[in-house]
């Protein structure tokens, strides 16, 4: 089966600019995960959907953040504006529901500078 | 809140040495915990996760509630064990947390 599509892979930015990731699950897995994951860190959660809602979210810095994930099936992942501390690999993680095996996809590196 | 923490950044060990990476979660309840792996150049996967109490590549793990411990072992390292490994925890109504992740590295 295919695994799970992310773009792009990298992206840089300056301080202060937008920038948007995209996430494709597995088709079927109703939970769809968010991570943030510092250089020299575990990933972070930042959002968990369950189909098109919204499990948590307590992570999320909703001052610059934001995720949707319509028609429960792809995701976006926003930041508007970024930051220098934003730098870092964005995951992209479903699973078929909570709590089980989640299957990760390559991730999208950020620089912002 | 909870959390899960890993004491080595870094485990070198000889090839077929036992090897012991650490795990150790914050809180009580009934958490489900996960080793996840990823290996150079390729996503992160899932290790094995201490409710199907199985064996993969050699690796076990076995969940210690009295130490709140859940550290990964396996008898003999191979090479192609080198890699970064990550403990994880999920409890009913909490997130799901990754420790900050050991790098093995099996030396020849």
């Known amino acids: 089966e295919a695994g799970v599509a992310q773009s792009p892979r990298y992206k840089i930015i300056e301080k202060r600019q937008s920038v948007a990731f995209w996430c494709n699950p597995i088709?079927?897995?109703?939970?769809l995960y968010w991570y943030q994951q510092i250089l020299g860190q575990g990933p972070k959660l930042l959002i968990q959907?369950?189909?098109?809602?919204?499990?948590?979210d307590s992570q999320l810095p909703k001052d610059r953040f934001s995720a949707e994930r319509l028609k429960g099936v792809d995701s976006t992942l926003k930041i508007q504006p970024a930051k220098l501390e934003d730098s870092a690999v964005y995951l992209c993680?479903?699973?078929?529901?909570?709590?089980?095996?989640?299957?990760f996809g390559p991730g999208t590196r950020l620089t912002v500078l | 809140a909870q959390r899960v923490t890993q004491p080595e950044k870094l485990l070198s060990v000889f090839k077929g040495a036992p090897v012991e990476l650490k795990c150790n979660y914050s809180?009580?309840?009934?958490?489900?915990l996960f080793w996840y792996v990823q290996y150079s150049r390729q996503r992160l996967q899932l290790l094995l996760r201490?409710?199907s109490r199985e064996s993969i590549k050699g690796f076990t793990a076995d969940l210690n509630k009295g130490e709140t411990s859940f550290h990964l072992k396996k008898p003999f390292a191979q090479e192609e064990d080198s890699a970064m490994y990550y403990c994880?925890?999920?409890?009913?109504?909490?997130?799901?947390?990754f420790g900050p992740g050991t790098r093995l590295s099996v030396l020849p």
């Open positions: 088709s079927g897995h109703a939970t």
């Open positions: 993680a479903s699973s078929l529901g909570g709590r089980i095996e989640q299957f």
């Open positions: 809180y009580s309840g009934s958490p489900e």
């Open positions: 201490h409710i």
């Open positions: 994880a925890s999920n409890n009913y109504g909490q997130n799901f947390v």
């Open positions: 959907f369950q189909n098109n809602g919204v499990v948590d």
